[in-house]
T-cell receptor, first 114, second 114 residues
Framework: QQQVKQSPQSLIVQKGGISIINCAYE??????FPWYQQFPGKGPALLIA???DVSEKKEGRFTISFNKSAKQFSLHIMDSQPGDSATYFC?????????????WGAGTKLIIKP | SAVISQKPSRDICQRGTSLTIQCQVD?????MFWYRQQPGQSLTLIAT?????????ESGFVIDKFPISRPNLTFSTLTVSNMSPEDSSIYLC???????????FGQGTRLTVV
């Protein structure tokens, strides 16, 4: 019930291509879905987040698509660049919960080939 | 945004010893989180630390092994006690800032136990 399933585990994309990472959740009470980007030797950093009242959110080359009925959300990276090579984590939480706890996906290691 | 400073950034320790990791936030926060992350893996929550109360530990983590202090609203420490090679991992502190749902992370402490 608390799981967030993320796929693929790893992804190789050519420079300029579209990178797509998918996540699925079970708990319909989740109402906050962030994506974090982590570079080697660094802590995760918030990339973009969405709430279930919208189906899509775009920030620059990064877009979250959200499908509430399917309980799925995905990250799309347009015009992928070598600097986007990192590990990406999806997460979910109950924003109204007092503990602000995030449930994390397993992560996707993205490599952008020049 | 918030800046979270974590130290040490890395350490190599002898088995049986203890290491204390410090986490400093540049603003006051209600909660701080401590995570463990094996290389190439997702984040596993160790405990949640509230100022003025005992930390809340997740299943599989106990206070005797991972004592936590939270003396004020900007600082916390995690001690890894009586270390064994299985404790080798990256330890991350995190805090929700602002509206409470955006979590910021320190850069992590890479611990190697020999």
């Amino acid at each position: 019930q608390q799981q967030v399933k993320q796929s693929p585990q790893s992804l190789i994309v050519q420079k300029g291509g579209i990178s797509i990472i998918n996540c699925a959740y079970e708990n319909t009470a989740f109402d906050y879905f962030p994506w974090y980007q982590q570079f080697p030797g660094k802590g995760p950093a918030l990339l973009i987040a969405i709430r279930p009242d919208v189906s899509e959110k775009k920030e620059g080359r990064f877009t979250i698509s959200f499908n509430k009925s399917a309980k799925q959300f995905s990250l799309h990276i347009m015009d992928s660049q070598p600097g986007d090579s990192a590990t990406y984590f999806c997460a979910a939480s109950l924003s109204r919960a007092s503990n602000y706890q995030l449930i994390w996906g397993a992560g996707t290691k993205l490599i952008i080939k020049p | 945004s918030a800046v979270i400073s974590q130290k040490p950034s890395r350490d190599i320790c002898q088995r049986g010893t203890s290491l204390t990791i410090q986490c400093q936030v540049d603003s006051q926060v209600t909660m701080m989180f401590w995570y463990r992350q094996q290389p190439g893996q997702s984040l596993t929550l160790i405990a949640t630390a509230n100022q003025g109360s005992e930390a809340t530990y997740e299943s599989g983590f106990v206070i005797d092994k991972f004592p936590i202090s939270r003396p004020n609203l900007t600082f916390s420490t995690l001690t890894v006690s009586n270390m064994s090679p299985e404790d080798s991992s990256i330890y991350l502190c995190s805090a929700p800032v602002g509206r409470g749902t955006e979590a910021f992370f320190g850069q992590g402490t890479r611990l190697t136990v020999v």
